[in-house]
């Protein structure tokens, strides 16, 4: 019998202290002091990969990439002058210290709330995860108060072992399209229904944008257009696909 999502969702936040000392035993020295004087300036949130392969137990030895939000709209250049940066998209930040990348974003800022798809004017933090395109990105660490932020579609994700849509408002359906297999191979998972039908349903009107938006994510195709469209007849043949 599967889990209540009442029991998973038990289970991750007894899991609170063991992640934060996970977090820091992955970084080096440079990144912890960086991420401790931004703490003491705003509350900050670690989002997405981290958080996802912690849970299905894809564990790394030193991270390369962190995702974090904060909360206050700090300008960065100037309280840290040294720091090597550069402006990602939606107004945030990425920045190198040693080894590891790290992109910050304003949740402010974020597309989710300033393209319509949210209007609350209080409690941002609580409902970030009703905006994420992926279920697995539906989760949250604060590293202030040392807690997870979980949404149900998060609980989902660990329950059924699929990937599935949140909310299919995304400013980038091509590489939501391209980043569905690559997550699909990475984590041996299968897709949600509703995520077939948004990779079905959105294939051919950004068919000619596959190539570059791999080339601008990953540095490379991946996938070639043949693959993807051989791909897209298997999901049109699936029993997921044709359940009425």
Same mark, same amino acid.
Not at 23 to 33: A, L, M, T
Not at 97 to 106: K, Q
Not at 122 to 137: A, C, E, G, K, R
Not at 142 to 165: A, H, T, V, Y
């Given at each position: ?45 670690? %989002?997405?990969?981290?958080? =996802? @392969?912690?849970? &299905?137990? #894809? ?8 995702? /974090?939000? !904060? ?82 579609? %998060?609980?989902?994700?660990? =329950? @059924?072992?699929? &990937?599935? #849509? ?8 091509? /590489?939501? !399209? ?67």
């Amino acid at each position: 019998m599967a889990k209540k999502l009442s029991k998973i969702r038990e289970e991750v936040s007894q899991k609170s202290e063991q992640f934060n000392t996970y977090f820091y035993s992955n970084i080096p020295e440079s990144v912890k002091d960086f991420v401790d004087s931004l703490k003491s300036k705003t509350k900050i949130y670690i %989002f997405s990969g981290i958080i =996802r @392969d912690y849970f &299905i137990n #894809i564990k790394q030895d030193l991270f390369r990439d962190i995702d /974090l939000i !904060i909360e206050d709209d700090i300008a960065l250049e100037l309280e840290y002058q040294n720091i090597k940066y550069q402006k990602n998209s939606f107004g945030g930040y990425k920045i190198d210290i040693e080894s590891c990348t790290i992109d910050i974003w304003v949740i402010k800022k974020t597309w989710a709330l300033n393209n319509g798809q949210l209007k609350f004017e209080f409690d941002f933090i609580n409902t970030l995860p009703q905006t994420t395109f992926f279920n697995f990105s539906s989760i949250l660490f604060s590293l202030n108060k040392k807690e997870f932020i979980i949404g149900i579609d %998060f609980l989902r994700f660990l =329950r @059924d072992k699929k &990937i599935e #849509i949140v909310s299919k408002k995304n400013p980038y359906p091509e /590489l939501c !399209i391209v980043n569905s297999f690559y997550y699909r191979e990475k984590l041996n998972f299968v897709f949600g229904k509703k995520l077939i039908f948004y990779i079905i349903n959105y294939f051919d009107e950004n068919y000619e944008k596959l190539d570059s938006i791999q080339v601008k994510h990953f540095k490379a195709i991946k996938y070639s257009k043949s693959f993807l469209s051989e791909e897209i007849n298997k999901l049109k043949r699936s029993s997921e696909y044709n359940y009425k």
